[in-house]
Each structure stands twice: as structure tokens, then as C-alpha cells.
């Protein structure tokens, strides 16, 4: 049955869910479920995994592949396991051309026998760790309607219970990537109706998603929800995040403290001031000196030698000293 588990989830973000920001979400909520940016099989195969893999202080926190060869899939999840992932997670819901030509992402829409392959060789190689599935409403001139036969489809031939879907088909023809994240329209029913038809699937929903009210109310109807750029571009929603479970919202007087901490002690081991604070851009909207505090994140914390001191200026900017 359905868990609360994926009751708040925050996208998996090319470029902006790294290690870094990661570790400081955790700081904003202890239940959300974090997830990394995508990283391709090849990459872990071929690359370096160590680099692609690595993550401390994130927990819960879900990795997600993208790839559309079963055996490759299940040789990375082979190679992830070691790093402690609550979760593996596959990519069918990317619409960029890279990964079009490497016939990964949202293409796999139109073979949902081919993903329930791909599942079921992933989780044979993860063990315990769920496997789960991101993908779209449908593709290109699929009707939309075609997600109820996908979803029966990846249930009844591998063992993906949670499928979270981003509420919109994907143009992979003729729109970019950033216009298929808002062009294509919304169509909430119909997630909500994958939910009425598969009871027994943990349904998440994906897309558009903007404040804690929304997620109320499309709680009502599926098991989670997944923001993406209002969670990253407004972290102080992220505040608000453990309510859904029944538990205290944290506060930004009592988080910042431990943002500031963990920057010291990750700049003590040599890491860069800058990898921290352009994922905290997004605080303190609308309040006076932000404009101040923003650029000073912007400009000074990117020198080579910018310490936590240019932290403490950019709060001080605000009134947090």
C-alpha cells in the first residue's frame, strides 16, 4: 500500500540539486525527499562515480539514472549501491535533445515495455532499494490518455510501485526543453485520475507546483508531490515542508545558524564558498537589503579566497548577524 515516503519531494534539477544544495535543503526539512540531478549510465560506467555518487547529510535522499539499455541500468544501480540512495529513480521524463539522441529520457514514453524491462533489470541489481519511474503525461501526438495503459503497463511487468508524473505530455519535436516545462498545459485530473484507477500505486504529482496550499490540495487526490523550481528559486518554502507529515515547520532563525556551520566546516575541507551560496540566492524575498545580500553572493562569494566572513556580510545585509 501507498506510504507517506514521497509525501513532499524536491525535482531533480539538472545543475541546481547538487551535493551542496542538497546538504543545505536537508537543513530546511527533515522528511523531504531530495533528489540528485540526473546522471547517465555512461557516466557512472565510463566516468567518474565517485564524483557523480557522493553525498553526505542529504538523507532521504533518491538517485536518478538516465539510460534506456537494461543491462546498462542495472550495472549503474550495481555501482550506486554502495552510497546509501533510499531510492533509484529512472528518467522518463527528460525531453532535451541529448538525451533524445541517446534514446533516453521522455522517447522511452512510446515503449513502456522497454521501461518495465529497464525496472525490473534495475531493481534486480538494487536489492532492497525501491526502483521507481518519473515520466510524463505522453509524447509528440500521443493523446495524454495513453499514461493509463504506460502506467498498467511498467506496473504489470516490473516491480515499480511509485510513479511520479509531471502533469504535462512532452514536445520533443518542435518545443525546447525549457518550453516543455511550462508550455505544453497542465492536466492535474488526469494524474488524479491514474490515482482512482491504480489504488495500490504510490501516484506523485509534478508540475507547476508553487506553495504549500497547492500541495494540500493535490494531497487530497495522490499520495505526494514533487516541486521543482519554486522549491529551489524559494527555499523558504522548504521551511514549511515536515507540516505535511503532521510534524513542526522549522524556522529561518533557527536554520540560518546551521547553514552558516555547515559552510565553516565544509570550507575547512577546502571546499568553495560559492558552491554553497548561489543555491541560497533565493532567500529573503521582498525584505529590505536583499537586493544587497544577493549581490554580495553574486559577486564576492565567487573569489577563489572568499571565506565565511562574506557569508556573514550578505546576512548582515538583511539583519541576520
Known sequence: ????????????????????????????????????EMVTTGALIYGDAERHLQHHGDAPCALQLGGGEPEALARACAIALPYGYQEINLNVGCPSDRVQNNRIGACLMDDAALVAECLGAMQAAAGAVPVTVK?????????EREVFH???????????????????????????????????????????????????????????????????????????????????????????ADTLYGEAAQTLDAVLPRIRALIAERLARGEVLSHYTRHLLGLFPGVRGAKIYRRILSEDARAPDAGITVFERALAAVGHI
Request: positive net charge.
Open 1 to 36: 500500500m501507498p506510504n507517506d515516503s514521497h509525501r513532499f519531494c524536491v525535482a531533480p534539477m539538472l545543475d541546481w540539486t547538487t551535493p551542496e544544495c542538497r546538504a543545505l535543503h536537508r537543513l530546511f526539512t527533515r522528511r523531504a525527499l531530495l533528489y540528485t
Open 135 to 143: 515520466h510524463r503525461l505522453a509524447i509528440d501526438e500521443q493523446d
Open 150 to 240: 504506460f502506467v498498467k503497463t511498467v506496473a504489470s511487468r516490473s516491480p515499480c510501485r511509485v510513479f511520479i508524473i509531471h502533469a504535462r505530455k512532452a514536445w520533443l519535436q518542435g518545443l525546447s526543453p525549457k518550453a516543455n516545462r511550462d508550455v505544453p498545459p497542465l492536466n492535474y485530473p488526469l494524474v488524479y485520475e491514474v490515482k482512482r484507477r491504480f489504488p495500490e500505486l504510490t501516484i506523485v504529482i509534478n508540475g507547476g507546483i508553487g506553495d504549500l496550499a497547492q500541495c494540500q490540495a493535490h494531497l487530497q487526490h495522490v499520495d505526494g508531490v514533487m516541486l521543482g523550481r519554486a522549491a529551489y528559486q524559494n527555499p523558504e518554502l522548504l521551511l514549511l
